[in-house]
Structure formats: structure tokens, C-alpha cells
């Protein structure tokens, strides 16, 4: 069996998987105090519900958000900084961009190494080699340096070391020796590409991060190993799965291990419903994940932001907006109703959940409209008092003068705003026509809003999984493990040639198929391209077959091709320069194909009144699972086992063989 667990803001899933891909699923309160509490808590309810012992468990993957939290929150380790001579306050110095261009007060988060922190040593390496050598005596010196200001955790970047790391080797020998069981990131390990600011960030984020995870996924492993159940995989930000010792070793590895496992769900039950083309959004708790699926695959980048800070890491290129189901309805300064980005959680969450929240939540709006089921508890056995949601969204109605409706409609549609511009960030300001996608939402409140966001964008196919409300902790049961590894290349002009390519090509796939650990089933390699005098790349990816990639002449004509896609021309007789070159291997994907049998069984019950996005009505009321081959028509409230779906008038609903449920607007 294979096992799935993410955690989120506000509830924890678990999917289990039958080798006759019969899912099992739970959902429980997540436990911010101590994640691992809610995960195994999630085991168990899901190894319950199937009948099934731990021994069962052939693989566990684990998607968390502890890294996360931890950058979000500020808790940090202690960490030093070792930067080569001059170069120490590259973090503070940063790009000179102002984070808010008319904020003129705001600045970037502080380094996460304090001046009293960061280190010089004494040496230079230029692209060509050492232009002032480090002697043993001296990297030895600024390790005793380190040790004295007794860090936590030690990040390592020096100028040039993604092509002569052997600086970088040093001072990891040096301070593996004077600071055992201290944590130490080398820049040349971790990113292994140019850009100075970005490469160093990164470095420092993995090392003030690791003793963190390193701790919170050791408990984890011992606790899985006292029950009988298998070490955690961990899902990457790329999409992949490593063990837990090297994720805990390389923190930043994992910031967005949480929205990395439900685009794998996604890709999975896009493919089998036979829509190459998805925009998928995932709304939890917290926030809403928005992401494209192309042709199949879903798009990444080696350049994000996370909470201010560069993260140069391989990573899928996920949108993020603070709009989940437990975001806070507030009136600011002006007078006007907003909508998050602060979250309600899972400590005390939304109102209606009788846990203590008293402020309204876009939870609390769907129960007041009838979109929500008072009368039937949620996944993970939350009970939901509307008196509760009358009392936070009243209070709230009563500050604009508003009737209680109004106000939860109100709420609803500012929500629903902040996911609009999510997905018009990832379709419309790329150039890109949203009509030509279907819609998959998922997360426990993703379906509810659905149909809504898909009108609005002219979508007229929407996907909703069968387990759409813990769609992320089945992608974790069917992910790959996976390594990535990039080298800067700075070729152009004739030395973009066809030997040049192939060395550096295999170079970082003999790499990358070397940290696997088993024969790899694919190989990916992405080419990062720019015309010389240009500041930013493109990329052009391939998947190899048997190591024979792309000429010369055919890499500049998918450059040119990319160029014009982006930007709508392309320079015909610019120099190309071959920036940076990047290598993805996977190992053999679990074979995983959903039963649409979910055991569930439905019901319909008499309409009940139901305020939708064009006013009021009176909607059907189906519980369960609708079986393959069910037909559904709006307006409806079909309570799914982990998730809501609201179908509005005008929309009509089949179920496919694997259990989604395909929806269409008329015309």
C-alpha cells in the first residue's frame, strides 16, 4: 500500500492506496504545536478506515509545511555566514529594489545573519580559478572564528565556487571537524549556479532552516519506525521526493513541499481524464495554490521569492494568495471589506468550528449562505455551529450597516477576487487565453467556489477529484523520488558548440543519476538561455533519450521560439549565450491508477435554499460519492466525503470511470 500524508494551515490528510488502487482517505485537525502528532493521528484514522495494519505500508511520502512556518514566523536558527572577503554583507546589499515600489518605508526582511555573524575569508576565485588561494591554515582560522560565536548552523558561499568549489570543500572539512553535529550548507552543493546575492540567500535560508527540520523529521522517523511504519520520503518544491535525512539536511529543499504534493494529484487526474490543459487551484484552509498544467507537465522556475527572500532552487511554479477557507474578514482603515491574508488556522479556526474563533471566515460566509451543511460534520469531524457564524459575521454586518447575507456574499466575493487575480497572474499576464483550460479545483474549499471562478474566466470544463479535499496527500502517494542538479555554463557564440553542450550535458546528468541512488526512468534537462546583454533567462527543457540532447542550432531555435512566445519577437541575429544547464532525473513512478469505487454511496435530499453568485435558490442536496457513470445538474450541494461541490444553475455534471466528477456550463 502506499501512503500519502500532507500537512496544512488547518487540517492534516491522509491517503492510502490498495494495489488495486481502491483510496482510502482521513482528514484531522492539524497540530501546529507538533506536526508529527497530527500525521500520525492522520496514519491512524486512515489505516482504520481501510483495515489495514502499518506492515501494509510499503512507502510513506510526506508533505509538510514545518520549513515553511518556521521562514514565515521567523523562527530561525543561529546561523553564521562565511563570504569571501569583501562580499560579507552581499545579503544586506541584496539587488537595491525596493519590495514595495511606493512604500518608500518598507524594506527587505533582515538577513537571517546578523553583521556579528558573517564571516570573511580571505581568498578570491574568479570563473577561470584562484586568483588568491586559501591556505589550510587560514580556512582553519575562520572555522575557529565560527566556532566562537557558537552558531547553530553554518551556510558557506563564495565568489566563483559554483566552478571551483574547492574553497567552499575546505572550510566544509574545516568546519566538520571543529563543529560536529552542527549543520553546514555549502552554496556550491545547494545551488551550484552564478548570481552572487541569490546563491548566498539561498545557502543561508538552507542552513537556518535544517536543524529545524533536520529535528522535527528525525522525530518523525523514530515515531513511524515505533509503530511499524516505513522511514518518510519528503516531498521537494520540485515536485519530487528524497529521504528525510538529506531533506533535513537541506531545508530550503522543502519551503513549498505542502503545494508541490497537490499539483502531483492534479497532473495525475488531469492526465487520466484526458485534459492535457488544467488550471488548477487548491484551496485550503489558509491559502489558495494556483498552478498550469500544459501539455501534461506543469511549468517551474529556479527563481521565486519566498516571504522576501530569492530561494535558487529547482521548484513548480506555483502562485500563492492568502484566500482560504478560514481567512479573516476584516474592515481596514478606509472603510472597505477585505479578505485575508490573515487565517483563522487550525487553532481556533473559523467561528462555526465552536473551537473559540470569533471572527468571521469565508468558512463562516458559505455556512450562512447554505452552502455548507450545518447539519452534517466536515472531515476530520468538525461540527459547524451556525449561531457561532451568525454572531462573527453579524458583528462584522453591523460595522458596514449591512444585512447579514449581504455581508457573506460580500465576503465570498471579495475572497473569490483574490483567487480571480491568482489565476489571471498565471494565464492572462503570461499572454495565455484561461478559456482554452479546463478548471481542477481542489482542497477542502476549492469546489465550492468553482463553477463561480470558472464563469468569471470563461472556462466552461470544470475537474473536481472524487478526493478532491485531500487531492495533495494523494499526489504525495503518487510521486517519484527525484534530484536535481545545475551548473553555470556562460557559453555563447563559438563556444556553444556541439562538444561544449554534450560535456557540460553530461556532466549534470552523470551528476544528478549519481545522487538518485537507482536507475532513473526519466531525464529531463533544462537549458537556461538569454541574448548576451540581456539580464534574465528563458528556459527550453527536453526529456533525453539515451543521453542525446539537443544541437546547437536546434537549442537557438527553441530559444528564439520562447523569446517571441514571451515576449513577441525574437532577435534572429543576436548572440544566444547558454547560461546555466540543469538536470532533472526520476526514479520509476508508482504505479497508481484510482478506483472510482469509493464505498461511500449517495443520497439526494429535498432542495434546500441556496444563495449563489446570481442570487438565491433552491438547490438538490446529494451526500457521498456519486458513483462512475452518475449524472448531476445545478443547483445542487453535493457534500463529497472530504469536500463540498457546489453546482450552480446552469451547470451539469458526469462521472468519470476514476471518480471525478466533470462538470459543464451550459451554453
Same mark, same amino acid.
Given at each position: 500500500?502506499?501512503?500519502?500524508?500532507?500537512?496544512g494551515? *488547518?487540517f492534516?490528510?491522509?491517503?492510502?492506496?490498495?494495489?488495486?488502487?481502491?483510496?482510502? #482517505?482521513?482528514?484531522?485537525?492539524?497540530?501546529?504545536? =507538533?506536526?508529527?502528532?497530527?500525521?500520525?493521528?492522520?496514519v491512524?484514522?486512515?489505516?482504520?478506515?481501510?483495515g489495514?495494519?502499518? &506492515?501494509?505500508?510499503?512507502?510513506?511520502?510526506?508533505?509538510?509545511?514545518?520549513?515553511?512556518?518556521?521562514?514565515?514566523?521567523?523562527?530561525?536558527?543561529?546561523?553564521?555566514?562565511?563570504?569571501?572577503?569583501?562580499?560579507?554583507?552581499?545579503?544586506?546589499?541584496?539587488?537595491?529594489?525596493?519590495?514595495?515600489?511606493?512604500?518608500?518605508?518598507?524594506?527587505?526582511?533582515?538577513?537571517?545573519?546578523?553583521?556579528?555573524?558573517?564571516?570573511?575569508v580571505?581568498?578570491?576565485?574568479?570563473?577561470?580559478?584562484p586568483?588568491?588561494?586559501?591556505?589550510?591554515? /587560514?580556512?582553519? &582560522?575562520?572555522?575557529?572564528?565560527?566556532?566562537?560565536?557558537e552558531?547553530?548552523?553554518?551556510?558557506?558561499?563564495?565568489?566563483?565556487?559554483? +566552478?571551483?568549489?574547492?574553497?567552499? /570543500?575546505?572550510?566544509?572539512?574545516?568546519?566538520?571537524?571543529?563543529?560536529?553535529?552542527?549543520?553546514?550548507?555549502?552554496?556550491?552543493?545547494?545551488?551550484?549556479?552564478?548570481?552572487?546575492?541569490?546563491?548566498?540567500?539561498?545557502?543561508?535560508?538552507?542552513?537556518?532552516?535544517?536543524?529545524?527540520?533536520?529535528d522535527?523529521?528525525?522525530?518523525?522517523?523514530?515515531?513511524? $519506525?515505533?509503530?511499524?511504519?516505513?522511514?518518510?520520503?519528503?516531498? /521537494?518544491?520540485?515536485?519530487g521526493?528524497?529521504?528525510?535525512?538529506?531533506?533535513?539536511?537541506h531545508?530550503?529543499?522543502? @519551503?513549498? $513541499?505542502?503545494?508541490?504534493?497537490?499539483?502531483?494529484?492534479?497532473?495525475?487526474?488531469?492526465?487520466?481524464?484526458?485534459?492535457?490543459?488544467?488550471?488548477?487551484?487548491?484551496?485550503?484552509?489558509? $491559502?489558495?495554490?494556483?498552478?498550469?498544467?500544459?501539455?501534461?507537465? @506543469?511549468a517551474?522556475?529556479?527563481?521565486r *521569492?519566498?516571504?522576501?527572500?530569492?530561494?535558487?532552487?529547482?521548484a513548480?511554479?506555483?502562485?500563492?494568495?492568502?484566500?482560504?477557507?478560514?481567512?479573516?474578514?476584516?474592515?481596514?482603515?478606509?472603510?472597505?471589506?477585505r479578505?485575508?491574508?490573515?487565517?483563522?488556522?487550525?487553532?481556533?479556526?473559523?467561528?462555526?468550528?465552536?473551537?473559540?474563533?470569533?471572527?468571521?471566515?469565508?468558512?463562516?460566509?458559505?455556512?450562512?449562505?447554505g452552502?455548507?451543511?450545518?447539519d452534517?460534520?466536515?472531515?476530520?469531524?468538525?461540527?459547524?455551529?451556525?449561531?457561532?457564524?451568525?454572531?462573527?459575521?453579524?458583528a462584522?454586518?453591523?460595522?458596514?450597516?449591512?444585512?447579514?447575507?449581504?455581508? &457573506?456574499?460580500?465576503?465570498?466575493?471579495?475572497?473569490?477576487?483574490?483567487?480571480?487575480?491568482?489565476?489571471?497572474?498565471?494565464?492572462?499576464?503570461?499572454?495565455?487565453?484561461?478559456?482554452?483550460?479546463?478548471?481542477?479545483?481542489?482542497?477542502?474549499?476549492?469546489?465550492?467556489?468553482?463553477?463561480?471562478?470558472?464563469?468569471?474566466?470563461?472556462?466552461?470544463?470544470?475537474?473536481?477529484?472524487?478526493? $478532491?479535499?485531500?487531492?495533495?496527500?494523494?499526489?504525495?502517494?503518487?510521486?517519484?523520488?527525484?534530484?536535481?542538479?545545475?551548473?553555470?555554463?556562460?557559453?555563447a557564440?563559438?563556444?556553444? =558548440?556541439?562538444?561544449?553542450?554534450?560535456?557540460v550535458?553530461?556532466?549534470?546528468?552523470?551528476?544528478?543519476?549519481?545522487?538518485?541512488?537507482?536507475?532513473?526512468?526519466?531525464?529531463?534537462?533544462?537549458?537556461?538561455?538569454?541574448?548576451?546583454? /540581456?539580464?534574465?533567462?528563458? &528556459?527550453?527543457?527536453?526529456?533525453?533519450?539515451?543521453?542525446?540532447?539537443?544541437?546547437?542550432?536546434?537549442l537557438?531555435?527553441?530559444?528564439?521560439?520562447?523569446?517571441?512566445?514571451?515576449?513577441g519577437?525574437?532577435?534572429?541575429?543576436?548572440?544566444?549565450?547558454? @547560461?546555466?544547464?540543469?538536470?532533472?532525473?526520476?526514479?520509476?513512478?508508482?504505479?497508481?491508477?484510482?478506483?472510482?469505487?469509493?464505498?461511500?454511496?449517495?443520497? #439526494?435530499?429535498?432542495?434546500?435554499?441556496?444563495?449563489? +453568485?446570481?442570487?438565491?435558490?433552491?438547490?438538490?442536496?446529494?451526500?457521498?460519492?456519486?458513483?462512475?457513470g452518475?449524472?448531476?445538474?445545478?443547483?445542487?450541494v453535493?457534500?463529497?466525503?472530504?469536500?463540498?461541490?457546489?453546482?450552480?444553475?446552469?451547470?451539469?455534471?458526469?462521472?468519470?470511470?476514476?471518480?471525478?466528477?466533470?462538470?459543464?456550463?451550459?451554453?
Amino acid at each position: 500500500m502506499l501512503l500519502g500524508v500532507d500537512v496544512g494551515g *488547518t487540517f492534516t490528510d491522509a491517503v492510502l492506496v490498495s494495489p488495486a488502487g481502491l483510496i482510502h #482517505t482521513a482528514k484531522v485537525p492539524s497540530t501546529p504545536g =507538533d506536526q508529527s502528532r497530527g500525521v500520525l493521528e492522520a496514519v491512524a484514522a486512515v489505516l482504520d478506515a481501510a483495515g489495514a495494519e502499518p &506492515a501494509q505500508v510499503t512507502r510513506f511520502a510526506h508533505g509538510m509545511t514545518v520549513a515553511t512556518n518556521a521562514l514565515l514566523e521567523g523562527r530561525t536558527a543561529r546561523t553564521a555566514l562565511l563570504a569571501t572577503e569583501g562580499f560579507t554583507d552581499v545579503v544586506e546589499l541584496g539587488r537595491q529594489a525596493r519590495p514595495h515600489l511606493y512604500r518608500l518605508c518598507d524594506g527587505p526582511p533582515a538577513p537571517l545573519a546578523g553583521p556579528e555573524l558573517r564571516f570573511a575569508v580571505p581568498e578570491r576565485m574568479t570563473p577561470d580559478g584562484p586568483l588568491r588561494p586559501l591556505a589550510r591554515e /587560514q580556512a582553519r &582560522a575562520a572555522a575557529e572564528a565560527v566556532r566562537a560565536s557558537e552558531p547553530h548552523a553554518v551556510a558557506v558561499s563564495l565568489l566563483h565556487s559554483y +566552478a571551483h568549489p574547492r574553497h567552499e /570543500q575546505m572550510l566544509g572539512e574545516e568546519l566538520g571537524a571543529l563543529l560536529p553535529g552542527v549543520p553546514v550548507s555549502l552554496s556550491y552543493e545547494l545551488v551550484g549556479t552564478f548570481r552572487e546575492f541569490e546563491r548566498t540567500a539561498t545557502t543561508l535560508l538552507d542552513a537556518a532552516l535544517s536543524p529545524l527540520l533536520s529535528d522535527y523529521l528525525a522525530g518523525l522517523c523514530a515515531e513511524a $519506525s515505533d509503530v511499524g511504519l516505513p522511514a518518510p520520503l519528503v516531498m /521537494q518544491s520540485s515536485g519530487g521526493l528524497t529521504e528525510a535525512a538529506r531533506a533535513g539536511a537541506h531545508a530550503a529543499l522543502t @519551503v513549498l $513541499s505542502g503545494p508541490a504534493g497537490g499539483v502531483g494529484g492534479a497532473s495525475l487526474l488531469a492526465a487520466l481524464a484526458g485534459e492535457p490543459r488544467a488550471l488548477c487551484f487548491d484551496m485550503g484552509g489558509t $491559502s489558495c495554490d494556483v498552478c498550469l498544467i500544459d501539455g501534461g507537465s @506543469v511549468a517551474e522556475t529556479a527563481e521565486r *521569492t519566498i516571504a522576501g527572500r530569492p530561494l535558487a532552487l529547482p521548484a513548480l511554479d506555483i502562485h500563492t494568495v492568502g484566500a482560504g477557507g478560514g481567512s479573516i474578514a476584516w474592515r481596514d482603515a478606509g472603510g472597505a471589506l477585505r479578505v485575508g491574508p490573515e487565517s483563522a488556522g487550525a487553532e481556533p479556526g473559523p467561528a462555526c468550528y465552536g473551537r473559540g474563533g470569533t471572527r468571521p471566515t469565508v468558512t463562516d460566509a458559505n455556512l450562512l449562505l447554505g452552502r455548507l451543511l450545518d447539519d452534517a460534520p466536515l472531515a476530520g469531524g468538525v461540527h459547524l455551529d451556525r449561531e457561532a457564524a451568525v454572531r462573527a459575521v453579524g458583528a462584522l454586518a453591523a460595522e458596514f450597516g449591512l444585512a447579514l447575507l449581504d455581508c &457573506a456574499a460580500g465576503i465570498v466575493r471579495v475572497a473569490e477576487e483574490e483567487m480571480l487575480g491568482a489565476l489571471r497572474v498565471m494565464t492572462v499576464e503570461r499572454g495565455i487565453d484561461p478559456r482554452e483550460f479546463a478548471l481542477l479545483p481542489f482542497g477542502g474549499a476549492g469546489p465550492l467556489h468553482a463553477c463561480s471562478l470558472a464563469s468569471q474566466l470563461g472556462i466552461r470544463r470544470v475537474l473536481c477529484p472524487r478526493a $478532491s479535499g485531500v487531492l495533495s496527500a494523494l499526489g504525495l502517494a503518487a510521486a517519484a523520488a527525484r534530484r536535481d542538479v545545475s551548473r553555470t555554463a556562460m557559453l555563447a557564440g563559438r563556444s556553444l =558548440d556541439a562538444r561544449a553542450l554534450a560535456r557540460v550535458r553530461r556532466e549534470v546528468c552523470d551528476r544528478a543519476r549519481a545522487d538518485l541512488d537507482v536507475v532513473a526512468e526519466r531525464v529531463r534537462v533544462t537549458y537556461e538561455l538569454r541574448y548576451r546583454g /540581456q539580464s534574465f533567462e528563458l &528556459a527550453v527543457a527536453e526529456d533525453l533519450d539515451e543521453d542525446r540532447g539537443l544541437a546547437p542550432e536546434e537549442l537557438r531555435s527553441r530559444f528564439a521560439e520562447a523569446h517571441r512566445l514571451r515576449y513577441g519577437y525574437a532577435e534572429e541575429d543576436a548572440e544566444v549565450e547558454l @547560461v546555466n544547464v540543469r538536470a532533472s532525473v526520476w526514479a520509476p513512478t508508482p504505479e497508481l491508477v484510482p478506483d472510482a469505487a469509493g464505498g461511500y454511496g449517495t443520497r #439526494t435530499e429535498s432542495p434546500r435554499d441556496v444563495v449563489f +453568485a446570481d442570487g438565491p435558490a433552491k438547490a438538490a442536496v446529494v451526500r457521498g460519492e456519486p458513483p462512475a457513470g452518475a449524472e448531476l445538474s445545478g443547483p445542487a450541494v453535493c457534500a463529497l466525503p472530504e469536500a463540498t461541490l457546489l453546482i450552480p444553475p446552469g451547470w451539469r455534471a458526469g462521472v468519470d470511470p476514476h471518480g471525478t466528477i466533470v462538470l459543464q456550463r451550459d451554453a
